[in-house]
């Protein structure tokens, strides 16, 4: 048994949809989360520059003495968590092996589209977990940075989304593929969006549901799951607590309390 709160955290708001399905799976789990929205997205930013952050990031945590981290973020798993994890002394969840499961697992014909931020992409992670676990199957990736920007806004089901995810995702719907990884934890959020654009017949691979699931299993692995008791849940932005409070209860549906606004950089 480990009552301390596991730390996630994410680029903006977009790893609250990672909350929302721990909160589902693991109830008695206490949460500290790290929205850096001040800085957001990290998604068309250097490496240099993510792995800047993202140390900042996990030092923060870290200081709220948490027992594990999850990482909700994609650009972070792809571009900097092999850099600072020598720093990091408690165990560590990441999005995309969960994710590259998920989808070998739902594909029929091993045709399958990766849309992930323009980092994401750059880096291959994505296809390399995938494909090295079946290398038979055909993957088509496409960069869709204006994703992030539309979520964080809180246009997720609007014209505006409907026209940028058209344009984005033409090519890949062209390529007849069976099932669609949603490669940032903020595309969750343009899941029907997307399903308008794409068709019900494309299965989506939601990484945050199945980080959730690896979670639940590495606790019990590691035997540091929590005692029955209410989990208590505290949330940090790097921007306006206003803003997350409103949207972030959409995404939670829930009044979120305990916010507090941090500056992590130097």
């Known amino acids: ?147 992030v920007s539309l979520v964080e806004e809180g246009w997720w089901n609007n014209e505006i989304a409907r026209m940028v995810a058209e344009e984005y995702l033409k090519d890949i719907k062209k390529e007849k593929v069976d099932t669609l990884v949603l490669g940032c934890t903020h595309y969750p959020l343009l899941s029907e969006t997307i399903r308008k654009v794409m068709g019900d017949e494309v299965s989506q691979v939601n990484s945050a549901k199945e980080l959730a699931l690896a979670l639940k299993e590495l606790l019990e692995e590691k035997e540091m799951s929590a005692a029955q008791k209410p989990a208590r849940y505290i949330y940090y932005t790097s921007d306006s607590v206003e803003k997350f409070k409103e949207l972030g209860k959409l995404i939670l549906s829930a009044d979120i309390e305990n916010v507090e606004r941090v500056d992590v950089g130097n």
């Not at 500290?32 to 993510?50: A, C, H, L, M, Q």
């Not at 165990?91 to 323009?118: D, F, H, M, N, W």
């Open 1 to 147: 048994m480990d009552d301390r709160p596991i730390g996630v955290f994410d680029s903006g708001l977009g790893g609250l949809t990672v909350v929302s399905e721990i909160m589902k799976s693991l109830p008695n789990e206490s949460l500290i989360y790290f929205g850096d929205n001040g800085r957001t997205p990290y998604g068309t930013k250097s490496k240099e520059t993510v792995i800047k952050y993202t140390k900042q990031d996990v030092a923060f945590l870290l200081s709220k003495d948490v027992k594990m981290l999850v990482v909700a973020c994609n650009t972070v798993s792809a571009l900097a968590l092999s850099e600072v994890s020598s720093a990091i002394n408690v165990p560590v969840l990441e999005v995309i092996k969960p994710g590259a499961k998920s989808a070998l697992k739902k594909t029929k014909s091993g045709r399958i589209g990766i849309i992930a931020t323009p980092g994401t992409i750059a880096s291959g992670v994505y296809s390399s977990a995938i494909l090295n676990l079946n290398p038979a199957v055909e993957i088509f990736s496409k960069a869709c940075p204006l994703f």
